[in-house]
């Protein structure tokens, strides 16, 4: 290549706490304009739009800023991969790809670059099988043309965008996650080792990120393990750079060693996730089937923390997703609980808990504290189970049916912002009935007190729920509404010594369904927005957006 060589300037862009800076390149266009480009922690290439020439550009770039590496037209893409990475090797049968920026590419960049689509990482992972997923400077990775994307003269087929790759965050930033560990083993067994960052702690940055424990004694407790694991005396100490091991039994399933059936799971869902076409059903949401939960009530108030107690709050919020998708869309919405004394109405001021809430199948169920709460809780679902039903039976199509249930956590207080919480297709069961004297006079349970499940049908569950969840924290980041930080999609609850799907979710026959933790009540910042009556409204209608966005193909 003819060009000036890459000058590395200092990063002069501040990165998010948990996210390496992003790397900043100077080169110059063919014309001899000066330019920089831009390679960023999961979100990729993108290059200074002002002085490249035209044939640079897809029709569709908008130069007033940073264009995006995929709206640079092939002759583009060539050059700026070629400014960036002037050690690759362009060759007949491939290209040799040097590291040179191990803190900000990951296998998956480099799948997204060169192949056309970051879910191509594990393809690019078998033609490379001595390196380790851990990007080390100076590795060079082969990328055959059989790879290669066609716009950089390949033969890879084109990726498949109908589903394009913003609407799968989720799985690039897992990606990524998985590609900051090396696995290792020493006398103490099996471990994935983390270097810590500027500014990261072992709660969130490790245990919170890497594992599934979320609830403030588990990630307490696993961080002490770790630290001890890892040679820590003092965990207040830690300086950057440290190296963190953490025993391969407590991973999340993504981030279990290649082979490991945890990460075996986790690619099959994400492969579903690819597959599954999305429902169309317009923007006025015709056709579709909406079952709101609220949870907890009555004499159950669910986490309290900082002056606020759960019900009355994610109460107030599905009474305002209610009233929002009734004014503003042709969707048929029930409720699972009503309280009494204020019917389906949303407050501005929430002063003290109601103590009367009702399940409301037929007779009603009054969460009294008569039955255990265990009741009430599996009536939810059986109730919106036997409404599915009967839309079913009407004609109604059973792909559009979504099941919501409505929470707020107590986590660790570093946490902070929403989770969002999908039925795990590996921990639902296969068939299940709701016995038990207590329920009995329940029309709604003698009707559909019992489920079943195919494996297909656990597999689509969990992948609509993720597609739905993807959909949701788009809305809520576009109005500035707190996401959890790290990996907010989460498909198991873990705690003390089990681990589970909640069980709304779990036996819900719902095609689509979710539990969203809204907000963590521990979290002071967290407790003020729901206490803000202006909040709550905004993160319904963030809610509403989502369900309209989502179903749109
Ligand atoms: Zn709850």
New binding site residues.
Partial sequence: MNHAAVLLLPAVIVAAAQEPAPVLAQTRTPEGKAILLRLQFRKGLSVEGKALPRAFLTKAADVSGWVSFENLSPQGKRWALAALFPEDQWRQEEVRHRVGHPDVESVWTMAALFTGHGQNYDRLMVENPDLPEKLREGDVWRIPRSLLSADLGGTGKRPDRSQPEDELDDEARVAAYRGMLSFGEDGQGKYAAYRLRKGEALYSSVVIRYTDRVDPKGVNELADLIAKRSGITDVRGIQPGQVVKIPVNFLADPFQSEGSSGLAEEREVRAEVRRTVRVEAGPMLKGVRIILDA??GGVDP??RANGLW?ADFVYDITMRVRRLLEQETEAQVSSTIRYPGLGFKSREAIRTPSHAAEILTNPPFAVDGESPSAVSVHLRWVLANDLFAAFRKTQGDAQKTLFLSF?A?SLHPSARGSMIYVPGAALVPSTFALGGARTGLVAEVRRSGRVTFTGREKLQGEARSRQFSEALLKALRKDSIPIHANRPIRNVIYRGHGKWVPAVIRYSTGATKALIEVANLTNEDDAANLRDPDFRERYAAAVVNAIRAYYRK
């Fill in positions: 949870g907890h669910g986490a759960e929470h956590d």
